[in-house]
């Protein structure tokens, strides 16, 4: 018991000199001391039992995480090394962690390229941790392996999965657990949808709704989950509380009108004046990522249910369509479902990549279309685009259609 104290004490300092030090010049998790709590025991957990609760941080958000919490450490720690008023981890336990935590994000997303590069300074040690080895006998035990000076870090994982000491991550959800379980209200219709669904999964009570419902199509199921007349049958077999799953029915359709209202003001807001001499863009005109996504911006409103990362952002267009636009490439690429595709967008196509399942072996495409329903596990297309013209020409053939119509 004095050791998981001790810990949770060690949890507890390092949480608070951070927020002491950054005082809110960092923004994200460096200034939210709950966040940043929650994320070191979902990972203590982690390294601990092997068992991560998905109900407290999502499986690819945790190498970003993980990666940006080292990055800190390491800054505050040469900044501070001369300071006698913090002790940086001296036992290391956090860095082991949060090094366990990485390695285990790595092995299971470390296929895509966005991974690689974020964590690349850490990959190695974090893998190594993450099976159970030092440092120095994985990096034998890697360069024995490979005939290779320059390893590709889909080796690495390879390697580290074969070892004695590595376990998959247990996935466990704690709030699909509790009976009679209290639902707060969400922020759109597709999350509540998505945990309804997760929900009816982990319970073993997705057949039965199926059946009731008539129905085994995934977006009719989805619907059938959230309309009002479903909400007694939904409540009584997935174990919610009745009142307060009515309630957050009701609370999530207003509260996704609302947003919709909301962000159509918005844009409306930043629409410039017409004047008598406006300025025609040539459509052979240059556009790169911010361009586009400011274009974007005014065909459609970011996705509710996922905020996007630094990787890539999504938006759904005003005719339903899910557009995921990775920020960092140099030339504008983003992703729609394949099946958007017509005559007229086709030839800006790159690729097209296969539907997946969680059981697949590989996911193949961006990891963070995870995220997002048209877009996780479909076929998707990746396309890219140069000037303002092909790109006016594609998001108005994109808004022609009408989703679920």
Excluded at 140 to 147: A, V
Excluded at 164 to 187: F, K, N
Excluded at 373 to 379: F, R, S, Y
Aim: glycine share 6%; with cysteine.
């Amino acid at each position: 018991m004095r050791n998981k104290k001790d810990n949770h004490d060690k949890l507890t300092k390092w949480v608070n000199e951070v927020l002491d030090i950054t005082y809110g010049r960092l923004g994200g998790l460096a200034d939210n001391g709950a966040k940043l709590m929650e994320l070191l025991i979902g990972c203590e957990e982690l390294y601990t039992t092997n068992r991560m609760d998905k109900a407290i941080t999502h499986p690819v958000e945790l190498g970003y995480s993980c990666s940006d919490l080292l990055k800190l450490q390491t800054m505050l720690e040469s900044q501070l090394s001369n300071s006698q008023n913090y002790d940086w981890d001296s036992s290391g336990y956090i860095r082991k962690i949060l090094m366990t935590s990485l390695g285990h994000a790595l092995i299971e997303f470390g296929g895509d390229y966005d991974y690689s590069e974020f964590a690349s300074e850490y990959e190695d040690e974090a893998l190594a941790t993450a099976c159970g080895m030092k440092l120095s006998s994985y990096l034998i035990g890697l360069k024995s392996s490979t005939d290779n000076s320059d390893v590709l870090l889909e080796t690495k994982i390879n390697f580290a999965k074969t070892r004695r000491g590595y376990t998959a991550i247990e996935y466990y959800h704690s709030a699909h657990c509790v009976d009679d379980y209290v639902l707060s209200p969400s922020p759109n219709l597709e999350f509540l949808q998505n945990e309804l669904n997760s929900r009816a999964e982990y319970r073993k009570r997705k057949l039965p709704l199926q059946q009731i419902f008539n129905t085994t199509n995934e977006n009719d199921f989805s619907l059938a989950l959230t309309a009002p007349e479903n909400a007694t049958t939904v409540a009584n077999i997935l174990s919610l509380h009745p009142q307060s799953f009515l309630m957050s029915l009701e609370e999530t359709q207003i509260n996704e009108v609302k947003s919709k209202i909301r962000d159509r003001f918005r844009q409306v807001a930043n629409i410039p004046p017409a004047t008598f001499n406006v300025e025609i863009e040539k459509p052979e005109a240059k556009i790169d990522t911010v361009g586009f996504i400011n274009l974007v911006s005014t065909h459609g409103y970011p996705h509710e249910a996922y905020k996007g990362n630094k990787k890539l952002i999504t938006y759904t267009l005003e005719s339903g369509v899910e557009i995921g636009i990775e920020q960092a490439a140099k030339k504008v690429t983003f992703w729609i479902a394949q099946q958007y595709i017509t005559e007229q967008v086709a030839p800006f196509i790159k690729n097209i990549y296969s539907k997946v399942s969680k059981e697949s072996e590989t996911y193949g495409r961006h990891s963070g279309l995870r995220m997002y329903g048209q877009l996780a596990w479909d076929e998707v297309a990746k396309l890219s685009i140069s000037n303002i013209g092909e790109a006016k020409k594609v998001l108005g053939e994109l808004n022609s259609y009408k989703v679920n119509s």
